[in-house]
């Protein structure tokens, strides 16, 4: 099973891309976890704009894998405006999307104290009309988060245990969901 991580967040030191790190450092034997780093790429959506390179390359990214986990972060009580444009892109055409059917995990740290519950619902919400199967347990919402964290590294174990049960939920969700033909 191979697994594509999308980090909502652009910033060079975002905890959420930490946490992706750590996700796939706990991914069961046989599995892996690829972070695609082509956010900020893209441009604002426009159904007047040619699909451009950056939009083509995500595309090819989800589809060339088993499974999406999103990290996101909580912005405004909702997820970044880079991570709802790079799945506009990704959503278009819809019949031809890539998300289409993709089993979907989600994740999310925050400094505050909802730990992203309030912007993983919204993304939920999202991924209703991109048809993609989003994992519902363990719910990943890391509350405080600049506290368990040093220099991008995690000191808080039980968040790192945490990721290992939502690794190992994700592999058997993706087995319910064998790939379109
Ligand atoms: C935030 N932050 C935030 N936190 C939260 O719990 N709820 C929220 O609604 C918001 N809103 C918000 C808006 C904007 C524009 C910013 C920049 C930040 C704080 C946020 O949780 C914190 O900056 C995280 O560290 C962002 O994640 P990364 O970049 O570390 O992955």
Not at 29 to 51: M, Q, R
Not at 98 to 127: C, D, E, F, N, Y
């Amino acid at each position: 099973m191979k697994v594509l991580g999308l980090c909502g967040s652009l910033r060079r030191a975002s905890l959420n891309r930490a946490l992706l790190g750590v996700l796939a450092q706990e991914m069961p034997e046989g599995t892996s976890l690829t972070i695609h780093d082509g956010l900020a790429d893209l441009p604002l959506f426009s159904s007047d704009l040619a699909e451009p390179a950056s939009a083509t390359a995500l595309k090819a990214a989800i589809a060339d894998h088993d499974a999406v986990v999103f990290a996101t972060p909580e912005y405004n009580y909702s997820i970044p405006g880079a991570l709802k444009n790079a799945i506009d892109w990704a959503s278009r055409p819809p019949p031809q999307s890539p998300l289409r059917g993709k089993p979907v995990g989600i994740i999310g740290a925050a400094t505050g104290m909802s730990g992203t519950m309030r912007a993983q619902l919204h993304l939920r919400q999202i991924l209703v009309y991109t048809d993609s199967p989003a994992m519902a347990q363990p719910e990943v919402l890391i509350p405080r988060a600049h506290e368990r964290f040093t220099d991008g590294v995690l000191t808080d174990d039980s968040v790192r245990a945490l990721l290992r049960t939502f690794a190992g939920a994700l592999a058997a969700h993706v087995a319910r969901y064998p790939a379109r033909a």
